[in-house]
Nanobody, 125 residues
Framework: VQLQASGGGLVQAGGSLRLSCAAS????????MGWFRQAPGKERDFVAA????????YYADSVKGRFTISRDNAKNTVYLQMNSLKPEDTAVYYC???????????????????WGQGTQVTVSS
């Protein structure tokens, strides 16, 4: 599976962005998916995850109520809608897919087998 993240950019605080993660190579409708982010000099942090059937979602406390993860299996794409953005949301955002063995996402980046290249999100104050 190859994952391509897009949709990042520069936005003012309070603004919105929608990130997309498109899969190629094969379908990923049976993979649980996640979004992570990494700021300069920091570890890669969990943002959100969604189960293979979109029935279960998880969010980091820092983004709960502001971000929404969703998936369109017909388009082989996962989205991250980000509203009320804050300067502390600035980071490179990565999408990831879990092995087919697991139905749900998880907060640990070590539990994901496939990663996209990342897209930069910059929120100005």
């Amino acid at each position: 599976v190859q994952l391509q993240a897009s949709g990042g950019g520069l936005v003012q605080a309070g603004g919105s962005l929608r990130l997309s993660c498109a899969a190629s190579g094969r379908t990923f409708i049976n993979n649980a998916m996640g979004w992570f982010r990494q700021a300069p000099g920091k570890e890669r942090d969990f943002v959100a995850a969604i189960s293979r059937n979109a029935g279960i979602t998880y969010y980091a406390d820092s983004v709960k109520g502001r971000f929404t993860i969703s998936r369109d299996n017909a388009k082989n794409t996962v989205y991250l809608q980000m509203n009320s953005l804050k300067p502390e949301d600035t980071a490179v955002y990565y999408c990831a897919a879990r092995s087919l063995l697991y139905a749900s996402g998880t907060i640990s980046p070590n539990e994901y087998d496939y990663w996209g290249q990342g897209t930069q999100v910059t929120v100005s104050s």
